[in-house]
């Protein structure tokens, strides 16, 4: 049995077919099996919730609440929507249109001092081991950056590959 064909044994049970598809349904349950078990499923299904449904109670008579609820919509569309100048006045037009603006401008602030903090390390350095002493220069307009190693002539460091000094 295909979807459209249970569909249609849905709509039998609940009685909202007629014409063709009404007897296309009814000689599918008289010849299958499997249609008169879902049928009979189908059945027992609708009856069990209509029995257990709980019933809505309306306070009043039904063509009272629904003209309420008219009046109600009559009354919600009646109302001038504010003018421009009411809208400008209400702290949540101002919220909604400056807190954005405030946040991406501050995201930007953050961005810019934490770039030029980062780039603040040009110049030159020295390195503090007493064998051997460094010197670095970054320069950002050249791309490039030197690093001088120099050997402390006075200290106990030597280099095993050097020639002995006489």
Not at 17 to 23: I, P, S, Y
Not at 93 to 99: E, P, Q
Request: glycine content about 4%.
């Amino acid at each position: 049995m295909n979807e459209r064909e249970q569909l249609l044994m849905l709509a039998y049970v609940d009685g909202e077919l007629n014409g063709r598809e009404l007897r296309a349904t009814e000689d599918l349950i008289t010849s299958s099996a499997e249609a008169r078990a879902l049928a009979t499923e189908l059945r027992m299904s609708h009856a069990v919730l209509s029995a257990n449904e709980p019933e809505a109670v309306l306070p009043v008579s039904k063509d009272f609440y629904w003209s309420q609820i008219a009046r109600k919509i009559e009354c919600a569309e009646a109302q001038p929507s504010p003018s421009l100048w009411e809208r400008l006045s209400q702290p949540a037009f101002w919220l909604r249109y400056v807190t954005p603006v405030v946040a991406t401008a501050a995201v930007a602030i953050v961005a810019v001092v934490g770039f030029n903090r980062a780039n603040t390390d040009g110049g030159e350095t020295e390195a503090p081991a007493t064998e051997t002493s460094s010197v670095v220069f970054r320069s950002d307009a050249e791309k490039m950056t030197v690093i001088w190693l120099q050997t402390d002539e006075n200290s106990d460091f030597t280099d095993p590959d050097a020639e002995p000094k006489l």
